[in-house]
Structures are given as C-alpha cells and as structure tokens.
C-alpha cells in the first residue's frame, strides 16, 4: 500500500476509536461547539496519536534506558555516598545508544507538542491580536526579518517546503536574535543534532500529517496559512522573555 493510503487508513482508524472514546462534551467542543465536531474530533486524533506514538513509546524507552546506567550531573559527593538511601546505581553511567533515538524521536514529539498547543488560540479571540506583542519581541521582529508578517511568511515556506514530516519554528539564538529553520520528524532547534548554536523554540508549526491531512488533505499550503491566524502573541511574546532568561520549562512546561 502507498504510504499516502496506509496514513488514511490509519488516520480514519484512529479518528473511529478516537471519536468513539471521548466523552459527549469533548467531542462537541468546549462550550457547545465553537468549532465544527469534526475539527474537534481531528484535533483529538492528534492528542490521542501523539499519546500513542510519542509518549508510551518515550515512556517504553525511559524504561528500559534505565535498566542501563544515566548520565547526570556530576555529583559533590562520590557516587556511593548515599547509600544505603540510595543505591549508588543511581548516579553513574551513560544513555544507552540504542535508545537515544527513541528519546530524541518521542522526547521531542512530547516537547515539541507541548509547545504547539500553548502557542495557539482560538481564531479571533484576544490572545490572537498582534497587540499582544512585546516591544522586546516587536524589535527582535523587525530586526531579524523587517516585519510580522515577513516573519510568518518565512515559517510558512520553512513547513511548506519540508520534506515529509516535521517542523516549522521561530527560535531565538543566545544574543536575542530571531531566525525561522525547519526540522525533520520531532527534531527541535534545541537538539545538538539540528542546531549550529542554541537556539530556543518561541513558535512551533507542526507540519506532519497528522497535523492537517484529515481536514484539509494533501494541501498543506491552505493549513499553513489558516494556522498563521491562530498564533498567540501573548504566549510567543512570553516565550520569548523565557528564551532570553534560559527558562525552558516556561515554554513547553517540565519534561
Ligand atoms: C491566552 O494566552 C494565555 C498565555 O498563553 C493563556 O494562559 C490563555 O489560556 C490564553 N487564552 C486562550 C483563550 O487561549
């Protein structure tokens, strides 16, 4: 079977037994149904195969990593000091390189998911107004690319021209400076593998299949140009104070 057929197959599978498992008020939409049901039943499929492909696997992984030693920060003690309380195990040793991909491919579907639903609204509500953008983010804006809308042209051709599955994002770099670059499958800007030098993830677009295919098909163009109007300004301005603090967990929440 194509690869095409095989994601709506799979797709139409899940949205039946997403559909099926949600509770009545779920599936109508907060608030009665602001949305049609079935941009909630397609955002539901999203929620459910990330839960099924990105966090059991991350947790399956997690799991048996540990089953070999973890690297940790160096310790101001020796690594046996604690026993009997806690076993000197617990402090030594290396990620298995088995499962390295396993966490960069799940661990980051989770963060990079995280990200992804704080920084939308819902279509013309307040937090969606380009007023809510900070004077600091206003400047970072202008700087790197003359304008807002420049900027969100550029992260719609990054997910457009994205070859398969992956990423669109806005990240700042350690001097406050914006760039937009698009990552395969769940790669972020964050990892060692992507990045040239840090930079911190402000705005997400997602641009996997998964994302759009049940409502809008193959054009993902049309998606990513409908989603431009769901950015929270208010989160992304936020998001931006915390990258140029280091606070991640502001961003995506703790992993
Ligand atoms: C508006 O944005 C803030 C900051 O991200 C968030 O806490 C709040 O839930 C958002 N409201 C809506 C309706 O999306």
Redesign the pocket.
Known sequence: MAAANRLIVLTGLVALVAAAALPPAVAAGPGGGDLPAADWAAAAVHYRLLLEEALLPLKRALLQSVQGPLVLEPLPYSDDALQPVISAKVGRGTLPSDKEESIRNNGGGHWNHQLFW?VM??PG?A?TSRDNISPQLEAAIVGAFGSVDQMLSSLKAAGDSRFGSGWSWVCAAGDGGLRVLSTPNQDNPLMAVVRPQPCVPIVGLDVWEHAYYLQYGPKRGDYTSAWLELV?W??VS?NYDAARRGDLAAIAGAV
């Open positions: 704080r609204s819902p509500s937090n929270n208010k989160q936020a």
